[in-house]
């Protein structure tokens, strides 16, 4: 490993981002694996720890359905034999991975994980998909899981704070993602930019260039303990990835039965056994682990993640596999759209939806990428029929009959974790040419703004893109305001003698969030509360539909209740703060804590003038009380980067607070009020100028 070192220089730039240059990319990857470890091993132990099933180690009985979960779905021993049997280029890259961490944890002793005091070459096939929700379960809940592996005996505490149930599924993925690709027809400089925009949990990607003498140049955002850039760019083209509503994973109900005290499940009028694997878990009590063994079932569908009601339901998905993991490297290493397209035509990428731009000019859009064909005249949304072969995969879509969009006439695409079908204004793909299945999703505020800021825009730069992807327009209250001011000329003269003041504030309001914005304020309260009151969801993809469920929800509520609401938000802030008079900066506020998790009224903290992007602001920063008086931001905006393929790649970026995890470290929030701001810092893409504003340049182990 000291020779690999040797190979390897880490040069952290003036912000303290790390920019590895190393002769192979096996190197390169070596360097990155330690400089990651460098600012946030807990993170990469945490992330495989959730990928191997293990959760259970460290948090006890509360992670043991989760787990089950993650170890039905992803079999250590098929990923030790993809490991194996893979391309001898691509087992240097997987050895470089492991190695990277190890020497790290070598040359730091007194770092102490939690379980993983050793790290395979193989656990990379087990964490091949980069995003937040990378692991698709068809709907299958951990209540479900709960049903079937139970038991009698079995502890159930702590499931109900954690259950991954649609509601907190919807609440997760409505934070969302944006992705805006300019062609040059759109621009300035007569080149084409792209946007990045990934929402999660702040500090949840490290910002990376990683450099080789074979060809690798590649600037972007790391998930924690992947050896790939997941969003981002090379000198040629860049991506960026948000996360897919397209329906790539299925439940299967399957009717069993138990005979001479084996399982058997009944497909095409004959009982096929149900095969087994023995799940093993180490179950932290206290101070002491109990050893724990489930046996898992398993049909020709897939792992059976669940049970409902007399039926078991058994997942049928593309989780794990290795061109999964090579189609996330390939990518990375693209120089043209070809290749770019090559590399996607693996398959393998089951969450993500991707927009691209290139330095020829080209701007494209794919809505998922793995996309099994199927009869387009089931339901596929909820669990499908087991037992009959009419339910079956009928093979796989090419990359062409995927959902996408060309070089359009229009000159721009946009996705927000929206629906394909005005993606791009008139040059959106035809509804009607593709089965419902592949995009099952409606529309949302997000997406409305967007296309407001992109389909008549003229000779934007860099800095004008940055601009739009931090509009602070909050589309959400155009239909929810003019419901609001109707219901209110119909009031009673005591209901609006309350409601005067409040009201003509948010009459007056341009609907443009701002830190110093009373109405801002009694917006999102209010918001908050017309949200809750939607009709619950019995789908994900039902949930995706946020104007129309909007539109219905205000339609059907009575003038009256409409009043109730906004008099409920005004009183909920009188309660809280003594008074609804209160500007948004002084309560929605921006702290990163030494430990990550312990806010603070009483330490500083930065007022913020954004909000939730569930309002439709395409800048998100998600923010809710801590045990605290005041709100603080916990996700949304994370690594961010505007980029202009020219003859020489231009870009500028940012991420949350800063890239490191060291409290006394400058860099852990001197990017902070850029952050919060919308100003970019510029990027250092070629070694000239990282070397212009090198703060330190070392071998990994110095």
């Not at 897939?302 to 090579?326: E, H, I």
């Not at 969030?513 to 994900?540: C, D, I, R």
């Not at 070694?687 to 504003?693: C, I, M, N, S």
Request: aromatic share 12%; glycine share 8%; proline share 4%.
């Amino acid at each position: 490993m000291r020779a690999e070192a040797k190979a390897v220089t880490i040069i952290r730039d003036n912000w303290g981002v790390p920019h590895i240059y190393g002769k192979t990319d096996a190197d390169a990857v070596f360097g990155l694996m330690y400089a990651q470890c460098e600012e946030n091993f807990k993170g990469i132990e945490q992330n495989y720890l959730y990928q191997l099933g293990r959760q259970t180690e460290v948090d006890g009985e509360k992670s043991l359905y989760t787990d089950i979960q993650l170890q039905l779905i992803a079999d250590s021993t098929d990923a030790i034999k993809d490991y194996k049997n893979s391309a001898p280029w691509f087992k240097k890259l997987m050895d470089a991975f492991a190695d990277g961490v190890n020497y790290y944890l070598y040359k730091h002793p007194e770092v102490k994980p939690l379980v993983f005091r050793h790290f395979e070459p193989w656990y990379a096939l087990m964490f091949t998909d980069g995003s937040v929700g990378a692991t698709e379960t068809g709907g299958i809940d951990l209540g479900e899981t709960m049903h079937l592996y139970g038991g009698n005996g079995t502890e159930r505490n702590g499931l109900i704070n954690q259950r991954h149930t649609i509601e907190n599924i919807i609440t997760e993925r409505e934070t969302g993602s944006n992705g805006f690709a300019l062609s040059p027809s759109k621009t300035a400089s007569k080149h084409a930019m792209l946007y990045i925009n990934p929402h999660v949990p702040f500090y949840f990607r490290d910002e990376v260039q990683i450099v080789s003498n074979e060809g690798l140049d590649v600037y972007g955002a790391v998930t924690w303990g992947q050896f790939f850039v997941y969003q981002g760019f090379n000198p040629h083209c860049g991506w960026m990835h948000t996360s897919s509503y397209a329906d790539v994973a299925d439940a299967y109900a399957e009717k069993v039965t138990k005979k001479d005290g084996k399982w058997y499940y009944e497909y095409d009028g004959q009982l096929k056994p149900v095969t087994t694997r023995q799940l093993v878990f180490n179950v932290k009590r206290g101070d002491k682990t109990e050893q724990r063994t489930i046996t898992g079932y398993y049909t020709h569908h897939g792992p059976v993640l669940g049970s409902s009601g007399d039926k078991w339901l058994s997942l049928r998905a593309n989780n794990r596999s290795y061109n999964a993991l090579l189609e996330s490297w390939l990518i990375t290493k693209a120089n043209t759209f070809a290749e770019y397209k090559k590399a996607m035509s693996l398959l393998s990428n089951g969450s993500n939806n991707t927009v691209y731009a290139d330095d020829q000019g080209n701007i494209a859009f794919w809505y998922g990428n793995y996309m099994p064909k199927r009869d387009s005249k089931l339901d596929w949304t909820r669990p499908v029929d087991g037992t009959t072969p009419a339910t079956e995969w009928q093979g796989i879509h090419s990359l062409d009959e995927v959902i996408h969009v060309y070089n359009p006439a229009t000159g721009w695409i946009e996705n927000c974790n929206s629906t394909p079908f005005t993606s791009s204004g008139a040059s959106s793909p035809d509804k009607s040419k593709y089965p419902a299945y592949m995009a099952p999703d409606g529309q949302n505020y997000r997406a409305i703004n967007a296309i407001q800021l992109l389909k008549d825009a003229r000779g934007v730069t860099l800095d004008d893109l940055i601009s739009k992807g931090y509009n602070h327009y909050l589309s959400f209250f155009d239909a929810a305001l003019p419901a609001l001011f109707e219901a209110y000329k119909s009031a009673n003269d005591s209901v609006k003698n309350s409601l005067t003041e409040p009201l003509l504030i948010m009459q007056q309001w341009d609907r443009l969030s701002a830190a110093n914005s009373v109405a801002t304020t009694l917006a999102v309260e209010w918001g908050t509360h017309l949200l809750a009151s939607l009709p619950h969801v019995q789908t994900v993809e039902e949930s995706t539909y946020q104007t129309d469920r909007v539109s219905a929800t205000l339609k059907n509520t009575d003038p009256q209740k409409q009043l109730e609401y906004f008099s409920d938000a005004i009183k909920s802030l009188q309660k809280r703060y003594g008074t609804w008079k209160i500007e948004w900066g002084d309560i929605n506020r921006y702290q990163r804590p030494a430990d990550g998790t312990t806010f603070d009224d009483k330490l500083p903290s930065t007022p913020v003038g954004l909000v939730g992007s569930q309002f439709g602001q395409l800048a998100s920063f998600q923010s809710h009380t801590m045990k605290t008086e005041k709100r603080y931001g916990y996700s949304g905006n994370s690594f961010i980067a505007a980029v202009e393929f020219g003859p020489r790649v231009k870009a500028k970026s940012i991420i949350t607070g800063g890239v490191s995890f060291d409290p006394s470290s400058k860099h852990f929030t001197d990017q902070a009020d850029g952050y919060l701001n919308g100003h970019f810092k510029d990027v250092l893409f070629y070694k000239t100028d990282v070397l212009k504003h090198a703060e330190r340049s070392y071998h990994p182990g110095e």
